[in-house]
């Protein structure tokens, strides 16, 4: 499962740790879009409807995560969880997309949306350097002491 998340490593705290790191994204996410529904939705019907989303998700999550945490453990339930943020948003994402087109915006596809509430190309870039060296530090430091027996 730690494949899921692009973050394998032996040492598993730091995996879970990691993937932590992502799930944290995912809650992002959906903190953003879910707020977004709750600030432009005109009806308790609306809210009704994403109400009846966050249950079937709710559904979805007690299905898989016992699945996933036999099998991966605490990365696992960290996958599930991300899983779940997800079809949140996804479900946000459509009742945005919806909202859009009825106010005539060109750009009411869902990548479009998502392209639009992404970070700045160079904050992007800074976090994906960030990684880099952060990932090449843990290879040289920690790992170089394990093979030199310290």
């Known amino acids: 499962m730690a494949e899921f998340f692009l973050l394998v490593d032996t040492n598993p705290s730091d ?7 992502v799930y944290t994204a995912f809650l992002a996410l959906n903190g953003t879009t879910e707020a977004f529904v709750y600030g432009v939705a005109r009806s308790g019907n609306d809210v009704g409807k994403l109400g009846i989303a966050h249950a079937v998700v709710g559904c979805v999550f007690a299905l898989i995560a016992p699945g996933l945490v036999r099998k991966h453990g605490a990365v ?10 997800g079809l949140r ?3 946000s994402l459509y009742y945005a997309r919806g909202y859009f087109a009825k106010m005539g915006s060109r750009r009411s596809s869902v990548v479009g949306i998502l392209c639009r509430i992404l970070p700045h190309a160079m904050v992007l870039g800074v976090f994906g350097a960030s990684f880099v060296i952060t990932r090449a530090s843990n290879n040289m430091l920690y790992y170089g002491q394990i093979a030199a027996g310290g």
């Open 89 to 91: 948003s996804m479900y």
């Open 76 to 85: 696992g339930l960290v996958a599930a969880n991300c899983i779940s943020m």
């Open 15 to 21: 995996c879970r740790t990691s993937c932590s790191c």
